[in-house]
C-alpha cells in the first residue's frame, strides 16, 4: 500500500506548461538529481518565480504609439514640469513614447526655440 501525505491543499493556483526541448528537459533532471529541487516541478515553479522577480526588479517599459501632436503636447507638459536639464531618453522612459519620437518633437522644440540645448556636464572617474 503507498502512502501519500498531503501537506496542504492550495486552490488558487494556475497550471502552466511549455514545450523544451530534449537538452533543456535532461538538463533540468539533472539538476533535481543533484538536489537542487525536489521535482521537476519544484525546480520549474522556482525557476519561473525567480525570472519574474527579476524581471520586476527591472523597469518594463511600454511605448505607445501614439499621433506626433500628442507627443508634442505630452513632451511640452513634461518639460513644464521638470525644471533643469531632462534627457530625452529619460522623457521617452517615463512618457512610454518612443525615443525616437519624443527626440523628433525636441529638435523641432530646439528649432522653434522653445527649449535650449543643455550643455553636458562631463564626469572625471
Do not use: T
Not at 91 to 109: F, H, K, P, T
Amino acid at each position: 500500500m503507498v502512502q501519500c501525505f498531503i501537506v496542504s491543499v492550495v486552490s488558487d493556483v494556475k497550471r502552466l506548461s511549455a514545450v523544451v526541448s530534449d537538452e533543456e528537459y535532461r538538463r533540468v533532471e539533472r539538476l533535481v538529481r543533484a538536489g537542487a529541487a525536489r521535482s521537476i516541478a519544484e525546480l520549474v515553479r522556482e525557476a519561473v518565480a525567480e525570472y519574474i522577480n527579476k524581471l520586476e526588479a527591472g523597469k518594463l517599459i511600454v511605448l505607445r504609439e501614439i499621433p506626433m501632436e500628442e507627443a508634442r503636447r505630452k513632451v511640452e507638459e513634461y518639460l513644464k514640469s521638470h525644471a533643469g536639464a531632462v534627457w530625452p531618453d529619460e522623457m521617452a522612459e517615463e512618457l512610454g513614447i518612443d525615443y525616437r519620437i519624443v527626440l523628433s518633437v525636441v529638435q523641432s522644440l530646439l528649432k522653434e526655440g522653445k527649449v535650449e540645448e543643455a550643455e553636458a556636464e562631463v564626469i572625471h572617474a
